[in-house]
T-cell receptor, first 112, second 112 residues
Framework: ETGVTQTPRHLVMGMTNKKSLKCEQH?????MYWYKQSAKKPLELMFV???????ENNSVPSRFSPECPNSSHLFLHLHTLQPEDSALYLC???????????FGPGTRLTVT | AQSVSQHNHHVILSEAASLELGCNYS??????LFWYVQYPGQHLQLLLK??????LVKGIKGFEAEFIKSKFSFNLRKPSVQWSDTAEYFC??????????FGTGTRLQVFP
């Protein structure tokens, strides 16, 4: 059981497609995050939102576009991705950015 | 650049054996430290955390970790592992900038 949910759990998309990943947290937290988990590499922080404002963009290519409409929801809009973008994308939330983070189950993305 | 090193990539133990997983970080400032665990097919879960105070912290399921500031280390221990501890373990360091950096993970296999 997790307080952070992610949809879809699996996604296959072509390089010309546009898709979105959704994250929802039910913990009353004020900060939300996107991470990329690739095989044999550490989790890579992509974006941080605190109180619905983006406070960190970790040099992520513009083909990844985050959106945080409120403190409970976070989206990652994807367009013209590359095969090397195939990975597990994890969403997390925390009370604020100085506290421990709680992770969702992830979306397994495959770019063909 | 700041980094987190987990030197043991794959550990294989028999049940009842003792466990110690190494974690070292390269950052001279104030840090908060975490161990996360990912059981097969499940999401990342917080195992334990250190913010301040007693450098020996206890987490769930009999795990503990010791923060040794002079060695920039936060090693995870368990005196007697169980088959159900089979999982991947991630050390993470929260920097003063509120950026969470993960190690590459250690895969633990416990055989009955």
């Amino acid at each position: 059981e997790t307080g952070v949910t992610q949809t879809p759990r699996h996604l296959v998309m072509g390089m010309t497609n546009k898709k979105s990943l959704k994250c929802e947290q039910h913990l009353g937290h004020n900060a939300m995050y996107w991470y990329k988990q690739s095989a044999k590499k550490p989790l890579e922080l992509m974006f941080v939102y605190s109180l619905e404002e983006r406070v960190e963009n970790n040099s992520v290519p513009s083909r990844f576009s985050p959106e945080c409409p409120n403190s409970s929801h976070l989206f990652l809009h994807l367009h013209t991705l590359q095969p090397e973008d195939s990975a597990l994308y994890l969403c997390a939330s925390s009370q604020d950015t100085a506290y421990e983070q709680y992770f969702g189950p992830g979306t397994r993305l495959t770019v063909t | 650049a700041q980094s987190v090193s987990q030197h043991n990539h794959h550990v294989i133990l028999s049940e009842a054996a003792s466990l110690e997983l190494g974690c070292n970080y390269s950052y001279g400032g104030t840090v908060n430290l975490f161990w996360y665990v990912q059981y097969p097919g499940q999401h990342l879960q917080l195992l334990l955390k250190y913010f301040s105070g007693d450098p020996l912290v206890k987490g769930i399921k009999g795990f503990e970790a010791e923060f040794i500031k002079s060695k920039f280390s936060f090693n995870l221990r368990k005196p007697s592992v169980q088959w159900s501890d089979t999982a991947e373990y991630f050390c993470a360091v929260l920097l003063f900038s509120n950026k969470l950096i993960f190690g590459t993970g250690t895969r633990l296999q416990v055989f009955p």
